[in-house]
């Protein structure tokens, strides 16, 4: 006889209900369970026959204009949410582009070219993590210290805005080796085309995070919200008698969810468990640049090798 064995897909979907780590439910559960309460309430007026069931309350709210009202703050937010995840993602890949096009073009004619090179490329990820740090509000970590000199680290400790910084930093690299005849004009334009991509990000994150939803808005939302859910329980009670308690603690919970969802991701770039995963995309950024620079040095020395093995066994080139 084949035995049946659970599904995977059923697996995380029966997990994904029960998961507490990363729900609403620490954020509604105070305000689900006093309207539950005040369902209670009304609930045992109507059983001691006071007359507290009032069916025409329903017309009050109509529930359509305050799903819709809903529907549009959650959408509202997420687009912010999504408008964050596309900027770090141009970032990652400006980046890598980026640590291509400095190891490409710049040449090496000094025996510490390779070195400044490898310099410059890690302040790619030090601009990364200056970003998430900027806009988190936070000063230079100690993140920040294997990627950038004693020196520059204690600068950054005094400014502000760390992804300028750094920008200007790495600017003044590519202009000294412009000077010195490693870049041409044209390489220095692209690569700098760059760079005003990687601003750009740092601004359109600045737009996201210092241009909040109007506060009248989520406020009177809040009130609707609150008012429709205290104006469930005589809507209902003569239908639902001692269940009104637990029927509008669940309504509440949905709608109270719906708008929670709404300010958790309306900021995206902070702890919060729906927030991006900034130190994962950092974390990728920092990988990415390590491999490649390995892996760079790593083939510079086998073209090297070859070329002294096959010098050797050609003597008249």
Known sequence: MVRKTQSPVKKKWLKEIFRFHGSVIPGVLERSVFC???GVIISFLDFKQLPVAQPVLGTVIPSIVLGLLLVFRTNTAYERFWEGRKLWGS???????????IWVAVDEVESDDRERKIAA??????FAIAKKLYLRYEP??????????PAQYSNLQNIQNMPLEISRLLGN????????????NYQLTSIHTLMNNLMDNVGGCERILKTPIPPAYVIHLNQLV?????????QFVKDLGLWTG?????????LFGIEEIGVEIENPFGYDHNDLPLDKICQTIKSNIEEFIAFQTIQDQDNIEKKINFSYTNPDI
Do not use: D, H, M
Not at 91 to 101: C, E, G
Not at 121 to 126: F, N, V
Not at 246 to 254: E, N, Q, R, T
């Open 246 to 254: 637990l029927f509008v603690a669940l309504v509440s919970f949905a």
């Open 140 to 149: 230079a970590s100690e993140e920040l210290k294997p990627w950038i000199s």
């Open 36 to 38: 539950g309460a005040f």
């Open 226 to 234: 609150f008012i429709y859910c205290l104006i469930l329980p005589f």
């Open 91 to 101: 970032t990652v890949n400006t980046i890598r582009n980026l640590a291509w096009k």
């Open 121 to 126: 490329l890690r302040l790619l990820p030090a």
């Open 173 to 184: 690299y590519l202009q000294q080796e412009y000077k010195r005849g490693l870049l041409t």
